[in-house]
C-alpha cells in the first residue's frame, strides 16, 4: 500500500480528497493520512517525517481557516524536499498564480479543479501521485543497485574517474535521501577529501545498512 498524506487546514477539504481517492483507487493501492497543520512549523514537519509517507498532497493556503497558521503548503515543500532529495511532493491550490510565483518548481503546482476532472491532462491527479512515487523509488532502488556494483568493481579493479563521480553522486543522494539536512556535505565525498577510496566505500557500505529493504523509500 502506497501511504500519502494530505496537509489542510480544512476539514471539509481533507475529506473531499479522501472520497476523490476513493472515488478513484479502484485497485485499492493508497492509505490516504490527514495531517492538520499545527501553529508550530517544525511540529508539522515532524508529524510529516514520522508517518512513514510515500507522497505528500498539501494545500496551498494553509491559514485561510486557521489564522494562527503562519506558513503556506509550498513552505512546507521545501523544507520537506530539503530533508528527502526528490520525495514526491504536490501543492493544491485554487490560487495558482500566487502559488506558482512562490514556488522554485512550478511543476508540483496543481489547481483543485484536477480531481474534478478540470484538466487537459492524459492521466488522472492520482495516477501522477503513483507515477511520481514509482519514479522515486525505482531512482532509489538503482542508485543502490549501481552503488553496489561500483564496490563489487573495486575489489578486483581501480575505478576510474568517471566512476568515481558516479560513485560519489550516488552516495551523495542516497544519504540526503535517508537523513536530510543531517546528510554529509557532497565535498566530503570527493575522493580529494579523502586519503582512499576505500574510506568513502565503508562509509557508503554503513550508510547502506541503515536502509531497511522493506520500506527503505518512505518519509
Known sequence: MLRIA???EDDD???????YVHRNDT????????????????????????ANLDAVISDYRLNEYKANITY???????????????????VLTSFDDDAVKDSDDVNIVYIKGIMNGE??????????????????HFRIADSKAK????????????????EEDLFVDLSHFLDKTIVGNDSIPRVFYSTDTNSKLDDLIAKTEDLLSKINPANDDTV
Not at 485499492?28 to 510529516?48: A, G, M, R
Open 119 to 136: 484538466s487537459n491532462a492524459k492521466i488522472t491527479f492520482l495516477e501522477r501521485i503513483e507515477k511520481q512515487i514509482q519514479k522515486y
Open 6 to 8: 494530505i496537509i489542510d
Open 27 to 50: 485497485d485499492k493501492k493508497f492509505i490516504v493520512i490527514p495531517i492538520s497543520p499545527k501553529q508550530d512549523f517544525n511540529e508539522t514537519l515532524d508529524d510529516i517525517l514520522g
Open 72 to 90: 503556506d503548503g509550498i513552505t512546507l515543500v521545501n523544507a520537506i524536499l530539503e530533508r528527502k532529495a526528490d520525495f514526491p511532493c504536490f
Open 147 to 162: 552503488i553496489a556494483e561500483l564496490i563489487e568493481a573495486k575489489k578486483t579493479r581501480k575505478l576510474d574517474s568517471k
Open 13 to 19: 477539504d481533507i475529506e473531499r480528497f479522501q472520497l
